[in-house]
């Protein structure tokens, strides 16, 4: 079985079980905490990977760095992961408890890009688009890319809405570039 769909299975008996303890904001910012974590720090991700650390050393390595930042409903899933000898899988299933927990919530992830930085009055209205446009709650992540000249890009799931300038100028070259002279006379 791919890792993934272990990684997937874990994920949902966590929230299940967060769920069933009226714990699931908290057992979600743990694993937020967790993956941000592991983000930074490609030594605890080699550590939890790899089969040469004993089981008992890294969950002694996980309780002296989260023990006392998360709930013990996390905490012990992180002993159980490791004492099943799934410590590898750790991260991806953090990430998945996040994407099943955003799914449950009605949550969608956002992305635009921008040439300038956007107003509060401009997020606030391209939050509110997508909360229309999805009957969910929208978490926008931001870049800046001065490429665009203006306007901007938005991507919600595998949709693309690009109302860049630079992409406007784009399709304007690329439509006189096909046509003949004799058709823009």
């Known amino acids: 079985m791919s890792e993934y769909k272990v990684a997937t299975r874990y994920a949902k ?18 694993m937020v905490l967790f993956v941000e974590t592991v983000r930074l720090s490609g030594t605890l991700n080699a550590v939890l990977r790899n089969p040469i650390v004993s089981p008992s050393k890294k969950a002694s390595i996980l309780t002296a760095l989260f023990g006392d930042k998360v709930q013990p409903a996390t905490l012990g899933f992180f002993k159980i992961m490791i004492a099943k ?34 107003s509060e009055s401009n997020r606030a209205e391209v939050v509110a688009i997508i909360k229309k446009a999805t009957d969910g709650n929208a978490i926008l992540e931001e870049k800046i890319d001065p490429k665009l000249i203006g306007g901007f890009i938005l991507t919600v799931g595998d949709r693309q809405f690009d109302t860049s300038i630079a992409n406007t100028l784009n399709k304007l070259k690329k439509d006189f570039g096909q046509k003949t002279a004799a058709e823009l006379v």
């Open 85 to 118: 000898m799934r410590s590898e899988i750790l991260f991806d299933t953090a990430k998945e408890f996040i994407e099943q927990y955003n799914l449950k919530q009605h949550i969608v992830k956002a992305s635009v890009v921008s040439a300038v930085p956007l």
């Open 13 to 30: 008996s966590l929230i299940d079980l967060a769920t069933e303890q009226n714990q699931l904001e908290a057992v979600k910012t743990d």
